[in-house]
């Protein structure tokens, strides 16, 4: 069946540091696959969206990377601020269809 | 841009009572809404898919009946759980895509959180 997997457990960093975040899907070939972040009580936030035939996407102090071969993408935060706490959710979305499927997310703290 | 709301942010309603859910499109126009829920510390989970002017499409396991989707407009979609229990209680959330946009991000409300005593 298919399966996209985060890191369940809690990434904690130090301010400035690069936070990565780690998405792993299996038995799937996404045609897109985008990142969310999720506050506590409210709905996701997009960030970015990387297609499949796309190794990188940056946007300011973010980073997407979608390795085809690795049925992998990671998500760079650069210079992390205690702002950038969340949980991050990545989501996967086929050629054919209109519906994302999302992974569990991945709570990011960074401390100041 | 790209703004969507939810009515209300939170409701307390007794079982056996239903309960109406508005989300909007502020902003843009959504041909296409989705409305998911969300229990604590788990992932979104898919309810169904919301068609302007045609019914809606409904993941596996979700019972159509009991959670009534209406896609009137291309701004306004609403979710009306009827004959709420205890365990419809959850965190529910619409999002929608801009129509006509080649791109497929969707656009989140701020979510409903729906207690059934």
């Known amino acids: 069946s298919q399966k996209i997997e985060q890191n369940s457990e809690a990434l904690n960093i130090q301010e400035g540091k690069t936070a990565t975040l780690t998405c792993n899907y299996t038995?799937?070939?996404?045609?897109?696959l985008q990142w969310y972040r999720q506050d506590p009580g409210r709905g996701p936030v997009f960030l970015l969206l990387?297609?499949?035939?796309?190794k990188e996407k940056r946007k300011e102090r973010l980073k997407v990377t979608f390795d085809t071969t690795l049925k992998q993408s990671l998500f760079h935060i650069t210079a992390s601020q205690p702002a950038d706490s969340a949980t991050y959710l990545c989501?996967?979305?086929?050629?054919?269809?209109?519906?994302?499927?999302f992974g569990g997310g991945t709570r990011l703290m960074v401390k100041p | 841009g790209a703004v969507v709301s939810q009515h209300p942010s939170w409701v307390i309603c007794k079982s056996g009572t239903s309960v109406k859910i508005e989300c909007r499109s502020l902003?843009?126009?959504?041909?296409?809404m989705f409305w998911y829920r969300q229990f604590p510390k788990q992932s979104l989970m898919l309810m169904a898919t919301?068609?302007?002017?045609?019914?809606?499409?409904?993941e596996q396991g979700v019972e159509k009946d009991k959670f009534l989707i209406n896609h009137a407009s291309l701004t306004l979609s609403t979710l009306t759980v009827t004959s709420a229990h205890p365990e419809d209680s959850s965190f529910y959330i619409c999002?929608?895509?801009?129509?006509?946009?080649?791109?497929?991000?969707?656009?989140f409300g701020p979510g409903t959180r729906l207690t059934v005593t």
């Open positions: 919301s068609n302007e002017g045609s019914k809606a499409t409904y």
């Open positions: 038995n799937y070939s996404p045609a897109y």
């Open positions: 902003d843009f126009q959504a041909t296409t």
């Open positions: 999002s929608a895509r801009i129509s006509g946009r080649a791109t497929y991000e969707q656009y």
């Open positions: 989501a996967f979305q086929s050629r054919a269809g209109n519906m994302l499927t």
């Open positions: 990387i297609r499949e035939n796309e």
